[in-house]
């Protein structure tokens, strides 16, 4: 798959994580209260919906047109019914799974082409307004001691500088420096030594990865408590 192909089929930015996750734990806290609620009062449909709307956000849409059925089926279903519908979420959830094993590749290529577009950019707008890169960018190679996207030459000729050979103060180690105050356009130095040495596509690859792998042993938990807890009906 192109790189332009990649970017018109993943459409999100390697730089707005922090409104999915903010998103996501709003929704995790309402899901959660409405899970107590259905377990205290023993509601196995509601535990049903619960357990729909706690999966990840690439089964939504999916599972909207489920909880339409549900809504309607709710005081007609019988027991294998129940128990089909509680199969269904878990086969979705396993097809999810493995159809993101598969996408790594491209989902990692989509991440590197989103950091060469955006190396360039000083702010982009938004439907919120506008997004400072500029400030992501430093706030990034200084969190991840990084510099560009392969190496620090990515800076290089950049619209901030142009036809200077450049980088951000963001990349110098502070390590070479006595303290802070006498790293001031450090960036502008021409001595590589002092930058850092790494490019940030695979540290924050890697970064991002590990929190993927983390959530889909999650899943694969939850999965695994979906089956064993809905095993016999009463």
Same mark, same amino acid.
């Given at each position: 798959m192109s790189p332009a192909s990649l970017e018109r089929s993943l459409p999100f930015s390697a730089f707005s994580t922090a409104g999915l996750c903010c998103s996501t734990g709003v929704a995790v806290c309402i899901i959660c209260t409405v899970g107590w609620i259905a377990a205290t009062a023993?509601? *196995? *449909? %509601? $535990?049903? #919906? @619960?357990?729909? &709307? *706690?999966? =990840?956000? &690439? %089964?939504? !849409? #999916?599972?909207?047109? %489920?909880?339409?059925? %549900?809504?309607?089926?709710?005081?007609?279903?019988?027991?294998?019914?129940?128990?089909?519908?509680?199969? $269904? &979420?878990? @086969?979705?959830? !396993?097809? =999810?799974?493995? $159809?993101? &094993? !598969?996408y790594k590749e491209a989902a990692r290529e989509h991440v590197r082409t989103d950091l060469f577009q955006n190396i360039n950019r000083s702010a982009v707008v938004t439907s919120q307004g506008v997004f400072d890169l500029t400030a992501s960018w430093d706030k990034l190679q200084k969190s991840l001691k990084c510099c560009g996207v392969n190496n620090s030459s990515d800076w290089h000729y950049a619209q901030r500088w142009p036809l200077q050979e450049f980088v951000p103060d963001s990349c110098c180690n502070p390590a070479h420096f006595v303290d802070v105050n006498s790293m001031g356009n450090c960036g502008k130095i021409a001595n590589s030594t002092i930058l850092y040495q790494q490019g940030c596509f695979e540290v924050f690859a890697d970064w991002l990865y590990h929190h993927v792998a983390v959530m889909n042993w999650i899943s694969l938990t939850l999965l695994i408590v979906e089956v064993v807890a809905n095993g016999p009906f009463p």
């Open positions: 023993y509601n *196995r *449909r %509601l $535990l049903l #919906t @619960v357990k729909k &709307l *706690r999966l =990840t956000w &690439l %089964l939504i !849409s #999916t599972y909207d047109m %489920l909880f339409i059925q %549900l809504f309607f089926a709710q005081f007609l279903m019988h027991d294998f019914q129940y128990i089909g519908f509680v199969v $269904l &979420l878990a @086969v979705i959830q !396993s097809i =999810t799974g493995a $159809l993101g &094993l !598969s």
